[in-house]
């Protein structure tokens, strides 16, 4: 639901445009793809991608478009870096080793997808 307030000049101003939203991590099947879809992206340094193990936390952005922040445990994959990457086949090889949180903006157009940030940090130790 959006708030809006009227101004003396006669337009409405959405209160939560910019603002973070926290969403159920399994209200929307559109969150889980788009983490896989972060994931399919990161090759740097890497030999394998990661897999998505548990969605934990997702917040949505209006900005124009809608940033999503979605915030998974993951653990290294079967799938090599240079295969394409397949949230079907590449599942977990090994167990869950990081916490990562990507933010991905997804355009108005149709399929207009960029990952903005991707970070994960070592759950070991």
């Known amino acids: 639901v ?26 929307s099947p559109v969150y889980l793809k788009l983490a896989h879809y972060a994931v399919s992206t990161q090759f740097a340094g890497r030999t394998v991608y990661d897999a998505v193990v548990e969605l934990t936390n997702v917040a949505t952005q209006i900005v124009g478009a809608v940033n999503y922040k979605l915030t998974f445990v993951a653990a290294p994959s079967k799938c090599k870096i240079g295969e394409i990457y397949s949230a079907e086949e590449c599942l977990p090889d090994g167990p869950a080793n990081k916490k990562c949180t990507a933010v991905v903006h997804v355009g108005t157009a149709a399929n207009v997808k960029k990952v903005l940030s991707y970070t994960c940090f070592s759950l070991k130790g």
């Open 2 to 27: 959006w708030a809006g307030v009227f101004l003396g000049c006669g337009y409405v101003v959405s209160a939560r445009t910019g603002a973070w939203e926290e969403q159920k991590p399994d209200g």
